[in-house]
């Protein structure tokens, strides 16, 4: 199985600020066939399912505000959201869907400084 | 707009059965792969089982020989059926819709959890 490992665990940032999500693969997600990653990330407000915000590693779901972008290619990845607004309080999740059997990181706590 | 609503969780001894169902709406169910994930109480995501648009299943090796998942496109539903639970399936059980036909996608759509404790 693919291993997410997600960095850091937990994060304090001010409203306005820069928020920055790590995701590393234990594989490349990177398909050779389309040039695409296959990586998502979730957003998980508490006592609500998760949201999908971002999929092929960077394209936004319709309605995800363009602060929250991803970037990376291979085995590294990034969440970021550009400037922090109280609604952005949420654990974060990365996923992969390369292979059998898709798997999650272990989740970022993202909270408000 | 596409629903999920998950129905049928509760509490139960280990060793007892429990099934989960999940009704959707908003979309063409036939066309879609389906998935049930869990969180157990402060954990992660984890997936449990997947339905495939044609009906190929796939378990967790967690839950394989206890759970099975079925679909029924005439009423789009789809059931987890759960037997011989133990205290580690406590968990919120999400039932979630994949983007395309086959098991392997990424989730767009996820339903509100049904709980299901396992506890004596």
């Known amino acids: 199985d693919i291993v997410m490992t997600q960095s850091p665990d937990s994060l304090a940032v001010s409203l306005g600020e820069r928020a920055t999500i790590n995701c590393k693969t234990s594989?490349?997600?990177?398909?050779?066939?389309?040039?695409?990653?296959?990586l998502a990330w979730y957003q998980q407000k508490p006592g609500q399912p998760p949201k999908m915000l971002l999929y092929?590693?960077?394209t936004r779901e319709s309605g995800v505000p363009d602060r929250i972008s991803g970037s990376g290619s291979g085995t590294d990845f990034t969440l970021t959201i550009s400037s922090l607004q109280a609604e952005d309080v949420a654990v974060y999740y990365c996923q992969h869907y390369y292979t059998f059997p898709v798997t999650f990181g272990q989740g970022t706590r993202l909270e408000i400084k | 707009e596409v629903q999920l609503l998950e129905s049928g969780g509760g509490l139960v001894q280990p060793g007892g059965s429990l099934r989960l169902s999940c009704a959707a709406s908003?979309?063409?169910?036939?066309?879609?792969?389906m998935k049930w994930v869990r969180q157990a109480p402060g954990k992660g995501l984890e997936w449990v089982s997947g339905i495939s648009a044609g009906g190929a299943t796939y378990y967790a090796d967690s839950v394989k020989g206890r759970f099975t998942i079925s679909r029924d496109n005439s009423n789009n539903i789809v059931y987890l059926q759960m037997n011989s639970l133990r205290a580690e399936d406590t968990a919120v059980y999400y039932c979630?819709?994949?983007?395309?036909?086959?098991?392997?996608?990424?989730?767009?759509?996820w339903g509100q959890g049904a709980l299901v404790s396992v506890s004596s």
């Open positions: 908003g979309f063409t169910f036939s066309n879609y792969a």
């Open positions: 979630a819709k994949l983007k395309g036909r086959n098991n392997i996608d990424y989730f767009d759509y």
């Open positions: 092929w590693a960077s």
């Open positions: 594989q490349s997600v990177l398909h050779s066939s389309n040039n695409q990653n296959y």
